[in-house]
């Protein structure tokens, strides 16, 4: 990516807390949970270091990042099965990159895989732990639905938003009951 390329970035309110979303010309390249000020700068320079690229706040009406905040709302209010969005995964690369496309394309809303068959799917079937690495570096969570693996003997894993956020998650989709509380 050149500098004249670029990234965009805004954040959107959730009822899992507030969300930064990037895009580059190519299409969404981050979403990142619980996006207070701080993390937002440590996201951004992050970016500016793997990407070699600056982030500017989006203008108004950003055709990715609209569609993005549309898609989650939707998402969120129970309208949308699936996530129709470019994505840039420019973010990912070998292993991580194979293991969280085959995740976007094969575990629709509702369902979950184990961490194990994930890792058969792509061709490793001894690698689970490495499919946790994977979903641990899901630059796009929620879009790559990473809170759909669950472990092998009925756990529900781990998550980089946070077990309660996985939680929420899969119970939105239906997977796990409402939390009481």
């Given at each position: 990516?050149t500098?004249?390329?670029?990234?965009?970035?805004?954040?959107?309110?959730?009822?899992?807390?507030?969300?930064?979303?990037?895009?580059t010309?190519?299409?969404l390249?981050?979403?990142?949970?619980?996006?207070?000020?701080?993390?937002?700068?440590?996201?951004?320079?992050?970016l500016?270091?793997?990407?070699?690229?600056?982030?500017?706040?989006?203008?108004?009406?950003?055709?990715?990042?609209?569609?993005?905040?549309?898609?989650?709302?939707?998402?969120?209010?129970?309208r949308?099965?699936?996530?129709?969005?470019?994505?840039?995964?420019?973010?990912?690369?070998?292993?991580?990159?194979?293991?969280?496309?085959?995740?976007?394309?094969?575990?629709?809303?509702?369902?979950?895989?184990?961490?194990?068959?994930?890792?058969?799917?792509?061709?490793?079937?001894?690698?689970?732990?490495?499919?946790?690495?994977?979903?641990?570096?899901?630059?796009?969570?929620?879009?790559?639905?990473?809170?759909?693996?669950?472990?092998?003997?009925?756990?529900?894993?781990?998550?980089?938003?946070?077990?309660?956020?996985?939680?929420?998650?899969?119970?939105?989709?239906?997977?796990?009951?409402?939390?009481?509380?």
């Amino acid at each position: 990516m050149t500098e004249e390329s670029g990234c965009v970035w805004a954040v959107e309110q959730s009822p899992i807390g507030p969300l930064l979303l990037v895009a580059t010309d190519r299409g969404l390249v981050q979403v990142a949970f619980h996006a207070d000020p701080p993390l937002v700068r440590r996201a951004l320079a992050r970016l500016a270091d793997e990407l070699g690229v600056r982030a500017e706040p989006a203008p108004a009406g950003h055709p990715v990042l609209t569609a993005a905040a549309e898609q989650l709302a939707a998402y969120f209010a129970g309208r949308l099965r699936a996530f129709e969005l470019p994505l840039d995964w420019s973010l990912t690369s070998g292993f991580t990159e194979r293991v969280l496309r085959e995740l976007a394309g094969s575990v629709p809303l509702g369902g979950v895989v184990t961490y194990q068959e994930l890792a058969r799917r792509v061709g490793e079937p001894g690698a689970a732990q490495a499919v946790g690495g994977a979903m641990g570096a899901n630059p796009l969570p929620v879009v790559v639905p990473c809170h759909r693996v669950v472990a092998s003997g009925g756990g529900i894993g781990g998550f980089s938003g946070g077990l309660e956020t996985k939680r929420e998650l899969l119970a939105l989709e239906g997977v796990l009951p409402s939390p009481l509380f």
